[in-house]
């Protein structure tokens, strides 16, 4: 899996562990642009790559954040108070959490609990509503000699954009596209959706894989992580991956067990979905591998029950 290419810097964000969240410096002469923020933990690791790129804070033009998820935009806040002459490029429905985070907060707590919560992600800091810009469905900026288009993709998140790069012919996908962690990628490419809270629709996240391989796009920059270039084979897997969440959906709609038990056979049916690819791909079963899956599944399940219990009211 290639992992970075010319003005596109891939940077591991540290986020729980190294190989797990990225973020993106995109440099254009004596400007740059950072897609994806990570956590308030992850700023030094920005600071960093833009200054080997021998760029300052103050050349950075652009933050991008795909939607509010916190280990996408959680350093957001705190990034901009040190990049004075950046505007945040936000979707309609995330630029609302960023100006005003007590609500993204409160929830976030609710999923992870508050001290798990403050360690992961600290304060997280508001942006001032005047360095916000909301970017439309299909809108395009320019960005030194690069076109960069926003197309909105719901199924992971309502409030979620994507962004292709004209110059790359690359999409950056949030977690519209899935995840691909470095330690898996040893026998070829191993990928799998992300179903977390709160907004997992597996209709539409298959849309939103149309949606970025319509763009003709030839690479895709994931922030679970880094850069894929064999699409074809990736929306296979991802197609795989979402028609089995969506059995576990409706699963959950017809059961009669109580919320833990739902939980709980929906993590352990992830795993042993996980383990069988792991296999199926010849990938080992070491305990730092089943780790990083665990804490994938643990927050996928409580994404599906969580869309079984918002059909089930809706149906009500």
Known sequence: MQTQIESIRVIDGHYVREGLASCYLMIEEDKGAIIETNTNHSIPYIMEEIKKANLKPENIEYIIITH??????????????????????????????????SRLIASSIQVYGEENFRALYGDIIPVPENRVRIMEDEEEITFGSRKLKFIYTKGHANHHFVIYDSKSNGVFTGDSFGIAYPIFQEKGLFIYPTTTPTDFDPSEAKISLDKILNTNCDKVFLTHFGMITDLQNAQKQ?????????????WCLKSDKNDTEKQNYVKDSLMSYFKQKMDQFGIKHTKERLEMLNFDAELNAMGILVSAKRISKKSD
């Not at 990034?79 to 985070?101: G, Q, S, Y």
């Not at 991802?238 to 409706?250: H, P, Q, R």
């Open 238 to 250: 991802l197609i795989e991956g979402l028609n089995y969440a969506e059995d576990l959906l409706y």
């Open 68 to 101: 509010v998820h916190l280990d996408h935009a959680g350093g957001a806040g705190k990034l901009m108070e040190i990049c004075k002459n950046a505007t945040l490029l936000a979707h309609p429905r995330a630029a609302k959490h960023v100006i005003d985070p």
